[in-house]
């Protein structure tokens, strides 16, 4: 069975910091992939980002970046310079290949970002 | 971008009542949508996955006479509560995978709908 882990529950930073969030998976699959998604506090989930099993080059966009590293199972956020606006909920989450079109994404309980002004 | 659209945001309804929900992909076309629940520690549970045109497949441990989902068209997915009890009170969140992507698309979701049960 997949899981999705994301120890840390809430975070509090001061405008400016950098953060990172990080993510943990189980998967049996060799096929897999990876997302991020915001949940601000109006409440819609906001893809973020898509990587898959076989790209395990970084992604930069903007003030986000994302460090995939699958010899520990990791796909960890970390958003540079954060602003008051990054202040939302944010999920990883894990879907499998082999349940093709109606594969499913698992989510990790989601970790609470604070950014304080 | 890929639109869901997602209807009522909030419902208050009395135990013992039905409720139902609606789910729209507005600029897509949807062969399947999903289900979530979300609770007050705010990990999404999936609890059905709906196909156009059959019947949803359940999660283990929902109740599918309780939670009755119809998909009726490419464009349409509803999520009926029966009976509601206060239990029930979540917020739900329906998501929809372009028909025309394949399973490693993004899932676009709805903005989810706040049941409270009285």
């Known amino acids: 069975a997949q899981k999705v882990t994301q120890a840390q529950t809430e975070i509090s930073v001061v405008e400016k910091e950098d953060v990172t969030l990080d993510c943990v998976y189980e998967?049996?699959?060799?096929?897999?992939?990876l997302f991020w998604y915001k949940q601000p506090p109006s409440g819609e989930l906001v893809f973020l980002i898509r990587r898959n099993s076989f790209d395990e080059q970084n992604e930069i966009s903007g003030r986000y970046s994302w460090n995939f590293q699958k010899s520990t199972s990791s796909f960890n956020f970390t958003i540079t310079a954060s602003q008051v606006v990054d202040s939302a909920v944010y999920f990883c989450a894990l879907s499998e290949k082999r349940s093709g079109a109606n594969s499913k994404l698992t989510f990790g309980k989601g970790i609470t970002l604070s950014v304080r002004p | 971008g890929a639109v869901v659209s997602q209807h009522p945001s909030r419902v208050i309804c009395k135990s013992g009542t039905s409720v139902k929900i609606e789910c729209r992909s507005l600029?897509?076309?949807?062969?399947?949508m999903f289900w979530y629940r979300q609770f007050p520690k705010k990990s999404l549970m999936l609890m059905a996955t709906?196909?156009?045109?059959?019947?949803?497949?359940?999660e283990q441990g929902v109740e599918k006479d309780k939670f009755l989902i119809n998909h009726a068209s490419l464009t349409l997915s509803t999520l009926t509560v029966t009976s509601a009890h206060p239990e029930d009170s979540s917020f739900y969140i329906c998501?929809?995978?372009?028909?025309?992507?394949?399973?490693?698309?993004?899932?676009?979701f709805g903005n989810g709908t706040r049941l409270t049960v009285t």
């Open positions: 998967t049996r699959d060799t096929t897999y992939y």
């Open positions: 600029d897509f076309q949807a062969t399947t």
């Open positions: 998501s929809a995978r372009d028909m025309d992507h394949s399973y490693n698309s993004p899932l676009h």
């Open positions: 709906s196909n156009e045109g059959s019947k949803a497949t359940y």
